[in-house]
């Protein structure tokens, strides 16, 4: 399986990891894995064609290795289906099963006693 090298660094790992994330989200959403699209949006190293498609162990698709330039046109190009009901359903089931993003620092406690941190 091709991994996904960024001129020396192997950076494969946050594939797997991305893969592994959308994988668990499907499953605590109760949605099909092709539901959810793992996705990587890469600043500061250019992407020869913008994108990549890097295969993941365990996870059936491809993940989406983009530029900022393409996120937009590639979610903009997702297949979708119109329908609120299911749309809200979703977004309550999120809002229960998913905890919300916390930004590490400024969760983590602050140490004032620097010599005992």
């Given at each position: ?38 996705l ?20 059936g ?10 996120l ?41 006693d620097?010599?005992?941190?």
């Amino acid at each position: 399986m091709p991994r996904w090298i960024c001129g020396a660094e192997d950076r494969h790992r946050q594939v797997e990891a991305v893969a592994s994330y959308a994988r668990r989200t499907a499953a605590a959403l109760g949605l099909p894995a092709a539901a959810v699209w793992p996705l990587l949006v890469v600043h500061g190293s250019p992407i020869t064609g913008g994108r990549l498609e890097v295969r993941a162990s365990g996870w059936g698709g491809v993940v989406h290795v983009l530029g900022p330039a393409l996120l937009a046109p590639t979610l903009a190009i997702a297949p979708r289906q119109r329908d609120p009901q299911r749309a809200t359903a979703l977004a309550r089931r999120v809002t229960l099963v998913l905890l919300p993003y916390e930004d590490e620092q400024r969760t983590r406690p602050r140490c004032i006693d620097h010599e005992r941190c």
